[in-house]
């Protein structure tokens, strides 16, 4: 199993890159490829085995991987069927339609219909990690803390983070979600 593959893109298709490694070209397929550029590139991989197929999806960021890899777990959604969404879908766009059960916003990528949106949404809701609660320049931790102490749900605190300043004491951070959460 590969992580990422550092190498030189030499070539960029309608639906693959080659990336250049130790006079080894590799094609990886990514959602959109003139999203990269020719040259050294760091790329994470998720590679592929099936019995009559070995392939490599590509991603730029570990993020992405990572929510690809959660996806891809769903039943009824391969491969093939995931990596498109990440052509016009973000990675927050697509986080934020399962958590706020957004079938529609699921149904606007190829092959995905009301069935597979509605098991996306049933395996993933809540067993996501966001970008604002591990966000490095959030100091959130604590405020977490003691909104989960004071019984509320992971999901339910993730809605309100992005409205509260990080640069307020704990106290003021705590009164602001409360406040927000009893709307």
Known sequence: MFEYIKGNIIAIENNYIVVECNNIGYIIYVANPYSFKLGDNKIFVYQYIKEDEMSLYGFKSKEEKNLFLRLISVKGLGCKMALPMFATGSTDGIIDAIERENI???????????????????????????????????????????????????????????????????????KEALRLMLK
């Open 104 to 174: 529609l916003y699921l149904k606007k990528f190829p092959k995905i219909g009301d069935k597979v949106a509605k098991q996306i949404i049933l395996d993933l809701k809540g067993k996501l990690n966001t970008n604002v609660e591990n966000s490095s320049n959030k100091n959130y931790d604590e405020l977490i803390e003691v909104l989960k102490g004071l019984g509320y749900k992971q999901t339910d605190i993730n809605k309100v983070l992005p409205s509260i300043k990080s640069d307020l004491n704990i106290e003021s951070q705590v």
